[in-house]
């Protein structure tokens, strides 16, 4: 009878909502957006292809990364709802620059937006002062530092738009004078699309660069040694370094 109550128990306590099991963790992923994540129902992306290198480099440990919206994955973080941990990262995005708040792996990636116009019309850019007047293509819910406080003053007119692929078409089609997106998002969609051929300038200096990391919240500290072990060393990894330039 002991066994039998002790294995009720079990089951009510599988039923809280806590993770079905200890070594499963997920990794959520609010970039939707190629290379990150390309196609969902295949698991193919830089997201997905992290998270199997995690489960061949961590014991004990098998990750799944799935993906979930910004605003809805801050709310279940702050509540201390989350069951799992944040891929692709900057703690400067989750206010927490002095790293207290959470845990945070080594970077996996280097990664930086760019801004991008016309090659018929090009943007030279040197800070957000340089976009003062301009007509730019951004992602909704996105914040651009600098760039979002100058159109809070009217200086920089805002055109949003659902991603930036579709920004990118505003400016193709020369709706907008420019837009800021990820410099690997950038190179992915010019290969899908053979006539943004030679349409397009990349300003030199980057808008922002970062690297990109795992937020790990406190709860799940007993695996951060081994994901912060597989990831130490990651960027010197030639495998890792394949996985990148394969997207």
């Known amino acids: 009878m ?6 009720l128990l079990g089951m009510v306590w599988l ?12 990794l959520y992923a609010y970039h939707l957006k190629p290379p990150y994540l390309i196609d969902r129902d295949r698991q193919s992306g830089l997201y997905y292809d992290l ?7 961590v014991p004990g440990h098998t990750f799944k990364t799935v993906y979930l919206p910004r ?20 703690p400067s995005w989750f206010r927490d620059a002095a790293r207290t708040r959470y845990l945070w792996s080594p970077p996996f990636m280097q990664d930086e937006d760019v801004v991008v116009s016309r090659l018929s019309e090009p943007v ?3 800070g957000p002062e340089s976009l003062a007047g301009k007509h730019l293509g951004l ?3 996105y914040y651009y530092f600098g760039v979002d406080e100058l159109v809070k003053t009217g200086r920089i007119t805002r055109d949003d738009a659902v991603s930036e692929e579709s920004s990118l078409d505003k400016l193709y089609r020369k709706r907008v004078d420019a837009t800021i997106i990820t410099r690997r998002t950038f190179d992915y969609l010019l290969r899908q ?8 300038y990349v300003a030199r ?4 660069a970062f690297e990109r990391m795992i937020l790990i919240p406190r709860e799940f500290s007993s695996a951060a040694p081994g994901i912060s072990s597989a990831l130490a060393a990651i960027l010197q990894d030639p495998n890792w370094q394949k996985t990148l330039r394969s997207h």
């Not at 200096?205 to 922002?208: A, E, R, Y």
């Open 2 to 7: 002991k066994k039998i109550g002790y294995a």
């Open 15 to 26: 039923g809280c909502g806590t993770p079905a099991a200890a070594d499963d963790i997920v």
């Open 51 to 57: 998270a199997r290198y995690l489960s061949e480099h």
């Open 71 to 90: 605003k809805r994955l801050e709310t279940e973080l702050e509540n201390g709802r989350l069951h799992g941990l944040v891929i692709g990262v900057h």
């Open 124 to 126: 030279q850019y040197d």
């Open 139 to 141: 992602s909704f819910g």
């Open 193 to 200: 699309r053979s006539d943004w051929q030679q349409q397009f």
């Open 205 to 208: 200096k980057p808008h922002d």
